[in-house]
């Protein structure tokens, strides 16, 4: 005789404060797309997790986690959220950039800035990264100075580069330029080839995973970009109020100590290293190292040294790069290229 089944208890929480309520627009698609007993776990886990961190995650990330999204899903779940015009998108913008759409002048030349970061020799060998390449990441590697971009490329700078060069869209955009609200978001839907299309256009390059490893500050021993502790107000991440990407620069106390920013969080970074090849790219490996977590992730995948991996045709909604260059930026080049996107950021958004 098989035992009798015992009713699950559900859980108690002990808040003596009110449970936030779930947009209405978020809560009908998930629960449009999942079978009834799954959104019953989804709002169950959401809530646990509210209890034991006092942070209330977005209904959608906790499906995203348990598997109960597919990342196409998600995509359509922002393009909703874009399109009902929802009180969380009044929060997208939020920061310097929002300011940007009255004082285009300041906030554009920003996109532009570099950092300088000096050379120095890395000791690799045993490293997370050095198991993944074979052969050449061991002992001693030494990595010149550079010029890093302050901030990841972003759909504006993309646009620009699509018009000029008659380069195909992402296709997240759709039409011709993105959307007026995700113009200094992180462009992401990006290829390797794609970003390192762009580079050279740029008159600049991909990095590769020790140099990435450099500029995100890992030199002189800190955790993350901003130090060795983690700080929920330093990066774009799993926790945060507003679930997806958002603008460059909305984080600037999780800058290194080469005041480079959004290294950990919002998307992840294309690397021209290869796993189980050499760190240079000599050779065509399947599958390629990404860098810095995304939205997607937490404090443990936000570490400067954790890694991801993607085939070099993934284009995927939390993909982006950001570009280095050996020499100074030309002035008289950046002044024409700020005048450029300046003009199309004003046509894009009167």
């Keep these: 005789m098989s035992s009798p089944k015992v009713k699950p208890q559900e859980p108690k929480f002990s808040h003596k404060r009110e449970l936030p309520v779930n947009d209405i627009w978020e809560f009908d698609f998930i629960s449009g797309v999942v079978a009834a007993g799954e959104f019953s776990q989804i709002e169950t886990q959401q809530q646990l ?11 959608a990330l906790v499906a995203y986690e348990l598997g109960s999204l597919t990342n196409n899903q998600v995509d359509e779940l922002f393009e909703l959220r874009r399109e009902e015009g929802s009180r969380e998108l009044l929060k997208l913008e939020s920061g310097s950039f929002r300011d940007g759409l009255r004082r285009p002048e300041f906030e554009v030349e920003r996109l532009l800035e570099t950092c300088y970061v000096p050379g120095e020799t890395f000791i690799v060998e045993g490293s997370m990264v050095s198991k993944l390449v074979k052969d050449s990441l061991s002992g001693e590697i030494e990595v010149g100075h ?52 762009y580079a050279r256009w740029a008159g600049k390059r991909i990095p590769n995973v020790v140099e990435w490893l450099h500029l995100a500050g890992m030199s002189d021993g800190r955790i993350y970009p901003w130090g060795k502790d983690f700080n929920f107000d330093c990066c774009q991440a799993n926790h945060s109020e507003h679930f997806g990407l ?24 294309w690397t021209t290293t290869g796993i189980q090849t050499d760190y240079f790219g000599q050779s065509s490996p399947k599958y390629y190292i990404i860098k810095g977590g995304s939205y997607l992730a937490g404090p443990i995948d936000l570490t400067i040294e954790h890694y991801s991996k993607a085939l070099i045709s993934t284009k995927e909604s939390h993909l982006g790069f950001r570009c280095i260059s050996e020499a100074k930026p030309d002035a008289s080049y950046d002044q024409t290229k700020i005048a450029a996107l300046k003009k199309l950021f004003l046509e894009h958004v009167r």
């Design 49 to 59: 997790c509210y209890e034991q961190t006092g942070v209330w995650k977005p209904l």
């Design 146 to 197: 550079f010029y890093a971009d302050k901030f990841p490329v972003t759909n504006l700078q993309y646009a620009l580069y699509c018009l000029e060069t008659g380069t195909p869209r992402p296709p997240s955009w759709a039409g011709t330029l993105p959307k007026s609200d995700v113009l200094f978001h992180p462009v992401v839907f990006v290829s390797l080839e794609d970003a390192q299309n």
């Design 246 to 269: 958002v603008s460059v620069g909305n984080y600037p106390r999780g800058a290194n100590q080469f005041g480079i920013e959004d290294l950990a969080g919002n998307c992840y970074e």
